[in-house]
């Protein structure tokens, strides 16, 4: 099994910054994508930012330009760099990853999900 866990969250003021952490524990041979996720009250989980294995990352249209995704596949380990944060950013944020593992064929995980809220 994998066990995501991510750290990072918290509160802000409109403005500012936050960076968040997920690093992936278990049997991980290969990692397919790695990304974040979001969902506010009364809202859908939405794609935040997504990195493949082509190394192209993918951002939803709300984040583009102030959010930045990387990954240490070595590490198992993916960071988002959230700047110029707003308060319609506030939500849980989740950690996802498509891997496979001595277990498992490919398959995603979720993390718990870190709070992020954004004052105005």
């Known amino acids: 099994q994998v066990q995501l866990v991510e750290s990072g969250g918290g509160s802000v003021q409109a403005g500012g910054f936050l960076r968040l952490s997920c690093v992936g524990i278990?049997?991980?041979?290969?990692?397919?994508?790695m990304g974040w996720y979001r969902q506010a009250p009364g809202n859908e989980r939405e794609m935040v930012a997504l990195l493949p294995n082509d190394g192209i990352p993918l951002y939803g249209d709300s984040v583009k330009g102030r959010f930045t995704i990387s990954r240490d596949d070595a590490k198992n380990t993916a960071s988002l760099h959230m700047n110029n944060l707003k308060p319609e950013d506030s939500a849980v944020y989740y950690c996802?990853?498509?891997?496979?593992?001595?277990?498992?064929?490919?398959?995603?995980?979720w993390g718990q999900g870190t709070q992020v809220t954004v004052s105005s």
């Open positions: 278990g049997s991980i041979t290969a990692i397919t994508a």
């Open positions: 996802n990853i498509v891997a496979r593992t001595r277990e498992f064929s490919l398959r995603g995980y």
